[in-house]
């Protein structure tokens, strides 16, 4: 009895399975997103790219997390910073240069806006 019930709870789910497959329009996978690159890096400029940019990552990680005073930090942001915008632009074309300006300043805007103001206290 236990068996023929089995079967039976079985068979149901196939067929409601079958269904609602035949309910559903034929479509085909949804496409995977292709990371756009607007700065058009060729294939010869892409590594070293990375390459700077995760070493100057690496550096501002171990500047946050360094024991200088936040005056101190701020000094060695901005030499940081201005050190990787020259060796990438000794690496792009000025157009890409352009774009990679462009795109430091929404960055930069972008974390400006995510910013929480200060609690006032009264």
Do not use: C, H, W
């Amino acid at each position: 009895m236990k068996n023929v019930f089995f079967i039976f709870m079985l068979s149901t789910l196939v067929s409601l399975q079958t269904v609602s497959a035949q309910e559903k329009p034929a479509t085909s996978p949804a496409p995977v997103p292709v990371l756009q690159d607007p700065l058009m890096l060729s294939k010869e400029q892409q590594t070293p790219y990375r390459e700077i940019i995760k070493r100057y990552a690496t550096l501002m990680g171990e500047l946050r997390r360094s024991v200088l005073t936040p005056e101190e930090k701020k000094q060695k942001k901005i030499i940081l910073l201005s050190q990787r915008e020259a060796e990438v632009k000794s690496m792009l074309s000025p157009e890409q240069f352009e774009i990679y300006q462009k795109q430091e300043a929404d960055r930069q805007a972008k974390q400006l806006n995510l910013r929480k103001p200060p609690v006032k206290m009264q």
